[in-house]
């Protein structure tokens, strides 16, 4: 047509192109990088950030008392990365790694990282210094303290996800070395891992970040349970209650088996991941320096200037008590105007549990 108008067959022609477009795409949408990979998807990233966090929260009030000291971690951040990018990420920074393995339940590796510095505020202050002064080197003893509260910290939090999904989980004892360059970082096995990133404040003596890189085949068990667990408890939730067989709502409980050890088994000595869980744990001691019975008529006579006799000689050892149960012996000394004591024997582990009983 000579107007410039478009005939019937044209129109349709060209929609039919449109069709055509729209159906067959040039452009192939992007792929999210944790998709392409199979390792964690952002939903269950997410998941796994809330499980680390969580867990963190329920051993602080333990690592406190270990530090005498307030302590905050808090803030998780969950990345998937290549070895070579978590060690570009660090660097040639002086670290003290701890690697832990979990076993049995959820397997995998876990390494704590800690920089220089922190380490030494951690070993101090559990080793009595209360200005957390850094050591001028870490020492046998202050690795052990460093193992010790790594331990605290990841039996702690193996224990609470070996709860929530209803699982067993071996934890195995923390081995210290120095990191002085990024090359000497030892990684979990596999191209990729997690690395999660912690904000870590210990009142005005630390303010600063640590590390744990989790083994990729353990994060992502751990981030699947965990996004499986919470839309389970999203889809009851939207359910509401059960019912019982009388037709009334009944409340769903979980119930786990109780495990008691075989009769006649011992623990093994050295073996501090649950004992640890009570060394924070506030306890009276007392210095008694000797007892005597005596009538009401007597205790009201009581004045000031009354002299009372006790039932030990002077010089004889005063008694040390626990929570009321006799565990050591000692003698009086003065401390810088102070009383104190110092130990001269120690009740054997059978008296004290005779006592006990």
Not at 25 to 35: H, I, L, T
Request: charge should be negative; charged fraction near 20%.
């Amino acid at each position: 047509m000579g107007d410039g108008s478009l005939s019937q067959d044209e129109i349709d022609a060209l929609l039919q192109g449109a069709d055509d477009v729209l159906a067959s795409p040039s452009v192939a949408p992007q792929m999210d990088v944790s998709q392409k990979s199979g390792a964690i998807s952002p939903v269950e990233r997410d998941s796994l950030t809330d499980l680390l966090n969580t867990t963190m929260e329920t051993v602080v009030p333990s690592l406190t008392g270990f530090l005498q000291k307030s302590l905050k971690i808090s803030s998780a951040m969950v990345e998937v990365k290549s070895e070579e990018a978590v060690r570009s990420d660090f660097g040639r920074q002086p670290f003290v790694q701890m690697p832990v393995s979990f076993s049995d339940g959820f397997n995998g590796q876990n390494i704590i990282l800690f920089n220089l510095n922190d380490a030494g505020v951690i070993s101090s202050l559990m080793m009595g210094d209360e200005s957390g002064s850094v050591p001028e080197e870490l020492t046998e003893a202050h690795r052990g303290t460093l193992q010790e509260f790594v331990s605290l910290m990841l039996s702690s939090n193996a224990t609470t996800i070996a709860n929530k999904f209803n699982r067993t989980i071996n934890v195995s004892s923390p081995v210290l070395s120095m990191v002085n360059d990024a090359n000497e970082l030892q990684l979990p096995s596999g191209p990729e891992c997690v690395k999660v990133t912690y904000n870590l404040n210990i009142e005005e003596l630390v303010s600063s970040k640590f590390y744990q890189l989790i083994e990729l085949p353990l994060a992502a068990d751990l981030a699947k349970s965990s996004t499986s667990g919470t839309q389970m408890a999203s889809a009851q939730g939207s359910h509401g209650q059960g019912m019982n067989q009388d037709g009334q709502n009944a409340e769903q409980v979980g119930v786990n088996p109780v495990k008691f050890p075989a009769l006649g088994e011992s623990v093994p000595y050295g073996v501090g991941g649950n004992i640890s869980l009570l060394l924070d744990v506030p306890m009276t001691m007392t210095v008694e320096l000797g007892r005597t019975r005596q009538l009401v008529k007597d205790i009201l006579g009581l004045g000031e200037g009354s002299i009372i006799e006790l039932d030990k000689l002077a010089g004889e050892p005063v008694d040390l008590l626990v929570n009321g149960k006799l565990i050591a012996k000692g003698e009086v000394v003065v401390i810088d105007e102070n009383f104190g004591v110092r130990v001269t024997d120690i009740v054997s582990p059978s008296d004290r549990l005779s006592k006990m009983q």
